[in-house]
């Protein structure tokens, strides 16, 4: 049974003591503490490239833990693993590993593209094939992306893994790349609509230069090709999809044509709309509360979370 969701949340501030109580009793709690290991290679030609490299979040304890695979933003050109050392830190110690990637950004003489969704696909390959040695569920493994790392996120969620461009580069092609789960913040996941209709805002400049200053009037295909929204189908993991309608960088009307697609796909969704959150909805706490909300039950369904494990 396919379930979709769409969810609003006002936060008055004169209330927010007493919102504050009722959201915390849905979150997840701490249960355990937390290792991690910084620059952990995820590819054979790490010592060439250095952005074939991770950072591991490890709970304490016996396992075997679900884990998220997180990816950074930065509009392609910038970010980096280390953006997400508070959260991945934060959900280790709520059960949940964590596997913070590094990916090819654009540069001024080469676009990052496909290299980049290549280098997710080869981390999430990497981790599954040496899931026992982290002690983590291989079947357990979702995404997590902010930004352009949610579209990134979005993407490898919506590919099958055998696309032309995955070909040869991507890891051990044995091991699947499919996830159980994709939690996207603030993500440009649709960018067929981006070129057609949101062609005047930040994010339609931001990915121009991603693309090595391709337009989608130039190459339309280039732009869809590069889309999560392209390659939508009925056995896509779900999406819990988190964006703020005042939005200025990547407009909300992105999200809500992403979901669409999905849910005409046949797809799971919860579209969680944070009234009044702008872009930075992850390290706004306040924003980011609302969003926790309503993503932390889902995460104890997914992942089957034992809220009494201890370290």
Same mark, same amino acid.
């Given at each position: ?58 709970? @304490?304890?016996?396992? /075997?833990?679900? +884990? $998220?695979?997180? %990816? ?38 080469k676009t990052g593209w496909p290299d980049n969704v290549q280098d997710v696909i080869e981390a999430i390959r990497f981790i599954r094939e040496n899931a ?37 580069s991507s890891g051990n092609e044995k091991i699947r790349s499919r996830v159980c789960l994709v939690v996207d913040y603030s993500g440009a996941t649709d ?11 930040? @994010?339609?400049?931001? /990915?121009?230069? +991603? $693309?090595?200053? %391709? ?55 919860h579209f969680i709309r944070v009234e009044g959150g702008d872009h930075n909805i992850l390290t706004n706490a306040t924003e980011n509360l609302v969003a ?20």
């Open positions: 049974m396919i379930t979709m969701y769409s969810y609003a949340f006002v936060i008055i501030p004169e209330h927010y003591s007493t919102l504050q109580t009722q959201i915390e009793e849905n979150l997840l709690p701490e249960i355990t503490n937390c290792t991690v290991q910084n620059g952990v290679p995820y590819s054979t030609d790490s010592r060439s490239n250095p952005y074939h490299f991770m950072d591991v979040y490890l709970p @304490v304890g016996n396992g /075997l833990f679900p +884990a $998220f695979v997180y %990816v950074h933003g930065g509009g392609w050109v910038r970010g980096s693993r280390s953006d997400y050392n508070e959260t991945a830190e934060f959900y280790a110690k709520r059960g949940i590993a964590g596997f913070a990637v590094d990916y090819t950004l654009t540069t001024a003489n026992m040695n982290y002690r983590i569920n291989s079947n357990r493994i979702a995404l997590f992306g902010y930004s352009a790392g949610a579209q990134f996120a979005s993407l490898a969620g919506t590919l099958s893994g055998n696309e032309s461009f995955l070909k040869g960018f067929d609509y981006i070129g057609k209709y949101e062609n005047a805002s930040s @994010v339609y400049r931001i /990915l121009t230069r +991603a $693309f090595g200053n %391709v337009s989608y009037s130039a190459n339309p295909n280039l732009w869809i090709e590069a889309s999560a929204a392209t390659y939508v189908s009925s056995d896509d993991p779900p999406f819990v999809i988190i964006h703020g309608t005042a939005d200025m960088v990547v407009p909300i009307g992105v999200a809500v044509s992403f979901n669409a697609k999905l849910q005409a796909a046949g797809a799971e969704t926790r909300y309503y993503l932390e039950p889902l995460l104890r369904k997914v992942f089957n979370l034992n809220p009494q494990i201890t370290s």
